[in-house]
């Protein structure tokens, strides 16, 4: 899971997808000009806010016309962001700003090589810690407003670890020692200090230690371990059943940490998994956690009160994922936990992920497994190939 993308802010140009549409154009609010999507060539980039309040301002009843205007509250009366000085361009306007192969290549060539999901949402239209907590349990306890709600110290539903435990299924959650950011919007959810994410303290994208399933039982706590160990379990073959990996700030794409530098991060990830001996029986799930205040053109559909949220990209990496095939089925966290249910055989726990699409359709499972493609994990990745072969459906 990385952080704070929209859709169109990564795929919206990519060949076949359902991306920006042509002749799309805003007024900016600030100055009156107009703004179209363009070419954002900065691998750092400035982002928006992103609480409930800011996602239903940039989606505005379907309109999905607010971005510029929510993009502007981002900004102290000094007219200086809220987002540290090193963001490149301290620019609203960027939020309108859309990467290709150029900049993120290997997610491009993830897309070719294995699946693009371009209707995977955010399961709430809100910030980090909702959508991770469905991305553990199908719901947030009703917590979606980090401005008008306290921030949580315990939790009383249950989530999807809790019931791999009973069951015996192996899981880890495996997080990367670091700061997280999330409070460029104003919204003070945490501070440096609180959020360093260590993996047994309970953080914006590692929940799991407010949940007393897991506080309260240190062989369950024990399972949340750091990334190297995800790297050593890759290469001797010890991966658990079901794994989550969680980023530090500096190699989240959440701004201002670069596209390039999630991008290196994530290839390293998969690579240890294509060249350790579990690749064979694996599948990998790339998306990330909440738009980002980026610039999205596709109306979430209202399933409920709380979302969906706005689109973000989806990526199916496995030796049995279709090749360079664009998935159109609607998909959201929960599916995730679909997934894992139906395999594992695991009671769904809310109607979310009772209901939730299970992405089998990313996958062909009469085909035989595909050998590993590794790319360059350094920032500037591999080569994106041209010209493109689609098959689309």
């Known amino acids: 899971m990385q952080e704070n993308r929209s859709f169109d802010s990564y795929f919206g140009t990519y060949p076949g997808a ?38 239903q301002g940039d989606i505005n009843n379907a309109k999905m016309d607010g971005f510029l205007t929510e993009a502007y509250k981002g900004i102290n009366a000094n007219g200086t962001p809220f987002a540290p000085s090193n963001v490149a361009g301290h620019n609203p306007k960027d939020v309108m700003g859309w990467h ?6 290997n997610y491009w060539n993830y897309a070719e090589l294995y699946v693009l999901q371009e209707r995977m949402f955010e399961s709430v239209a809100s910030y980090s810690l909702p959508a991770h907590l469905y991305m553990l349990a199908g719901q ?11 921030y949580p110290s315990t939790y009383n539903f249950p989530e999807i670890t809790e019931l791999l435990t009973s069951g015996k299924i192996d899981w880890k959650y495996y997080v990367t020692a670091g700061t997280v950011p999330d409070t460029e919007n104003g919204h003070v959810v945490g501070t440096s200090d609180a959020e360093q ?32 160990q995800f790297y050593a379990d890759a290469a001797a073959g010890n991966l658990p059943q079901v794994s989550w990996v969680i980023p530090s700030g500096a190699v989240s794409e959440h701004p201002p940490s670069g596209v390039r530098a999630g991008m290196a991060y994530v290839t390293g990830l998969v690579n240890s998994v294509m060249q350790g001996p579990d690749w064979n029986s694996t599948a990998i799930f790339i998306s990330w956690d909440d738009w980002g205040g980026f610039y999205d053109h596709v109306p979430p559909p209202q399933i409920d009160q709380y979302g969906l949220g706005i689109r973000v990209p989806g990526l199916v990496i496995s030796p049995y994922a279709r090749q360079s095939y664009i998935d159109h089925k609607t998909y ?24 939730a699409a299970d992405m089998i359709d990313s996958f062909d499972f009469t085909q035989q497994p595909r050998a590993p493609i590794i790319l360059s994990p350094a920032r500037t990745g591999s080569a994106y190939p041209q010209p493109l072969q689609k098959i689309i459906k």
């Open 332 to 355: 959201s966290f929960e599916s995730w936990l679909k997934i894992v249910e139906e395999r594992f055989g695991v009671s769904p726990m809310t109607a979310r992920d009772t209901y």
């Open 197 to 228: 994410q260590d993996p047994d303290k309970y953080t914006l994208w590692n929940p799991l230690p407010a949940f007393p399933a897991v506080q309260n039982d240190p062989a369950q706590l024990g399972r949340l371990q750091g990334t190297a």
């Open 140 to 150: 947030s306890g009703g917590y979606v407003n980090a401005a008008k709600q306290k």
């Open 18 to 55: 359902d991306g920006i549409p042509a002749g799309t154009s805003f007024i900016d609010p600030h100055d009156g000009t107009t703004v179209a999507p363009y070419h954002e060539t900065n691998v750092v980039n400035l982002g928006g806010p992103h609480d409930w309040d800011n996602a």
């Open 100 to 105: 290709d192969y150029r900049e993120i290549p």
